[in-house]
């Protein structure tokens, strides 16, 4: 590809990510200069944020006690309620996620999937997937437990729904096909971008007062877990930039943080750096 179009094309998917995150934003500018509290109708006041997946039943009931169900289903509808919030805010229309709770092995929108794929969007049938076990894999392989550090992977799936409903997948997808740039380079740039949303999702957390002591470390000890580095080293013992999908666990923590720190989608540009 020539130089000069493959920055064009660079140019103006950056312009079309930019649209979208800065859309987005708008409902929190109206949220900090508006005088009175915005009314909306909520959604999830009725809405059955977790259900089981379908195919779960002949594999087993999801491993769930009574807790960790109410749990996920206040993060779940929670993280929702604000990205409904601020959908509306910015004039757009928000399709609440389906979340899905699974036991080993699931059929999805987007094909077979299984335990080994740990949580995962489809962007097919806008379904978030979650296998319980993979919660207690994080505490104790990944040496980060907690609930905040589960909310976070709620946050981060859910983030990927935003960019589905957003057109920056549909961006993305196209610009791959046009070879502008490496995809794993491509992928890493999304998967830190949902980071940076799960972080504007915490920071209304924190706003809201929800948040209790040691919390936001929980999520970002998350975040560096599931880093691809971390990842390899504990799988493989050899690390392998080349073959990346998810960002180091420097860089997913870095976007993590700056998403709760700035709690703003505009902050959470990441493809302006890809080569």
Not at 156 to 181: C, Y
Request: glycine share 8%; proline share 4%.
């Amino acid at each position: 590809m020539r130089l000069a179009h493959y920055e064009q094309q660079r140019t103006l998917f950056l312009i079309a990510v930019a649209a979208a995150v800065v859309a987005l934003a708008g409902g929190l500018v109206a949220r900090s200069t508006a005088e009175e509290q915005v009314s909306y109708a909520d959604p999830f006041d009725r809405w059955p944020p977790v259900e089981v997946a379908g195919s779960a039943r002949s594999v087993g009931a999801p491993a769930l006690d009574q807790d960790e169900a109410k749990f996920l289903a206040f993060v779940s509808a929670d993280i929702q309620r604000f990205w409904a919030q601020q959908f509306q805010r910015g004039g757009m229309a928000y399709r609440p996620a389906r979340v899905a709770v699974f036991r080993r092995r699931v059929q999805t929108g987007c094909g077979a999937a299984s335990s080994v794929t740990g949580p995962f969007y489809c962007t097919l049938d806008q379904t978030v997937y979650l296998d319980p076990t993979f919660f207690r894999e994080l505490a104790v392989e990944f040496k980060a437990p907690g609930d905040f550090a589960q909310a976070y992977v709620i946050a981060h799936e859910v983030g990927h729904h935003v960019q589905n409903l957003t057109g920056i997948t549909r961006q993305v997808d196209r610009w791959m096909a046009e070879g502008a740039a490496p995809q794993n380079l491509v992928s890493i740039a999304m998967e830190l971008q949902a980071d940076c949303f799960a972080g504007v999702w915490s920071h209304s957390t924190y706003e809201r007062g929800l948040l209790e002591e040691g919390d936001a470390e929980e999520a970002l000890r998350a975040a560096a877990a599931v880093g691809d580095d971390r990842i390899q080293a504990r799988t493989t013992g050899r690390i392998d930039p080349e073959t990346w999908t998810h960002g180091s666990a420097e860089q997913r923590l870095t976007w993590f943080a700056r998403g709760f720190e700035e709690g703003d989608p505009t902050a959470c540009d990441t493809f302006s750096s890809l080569g």
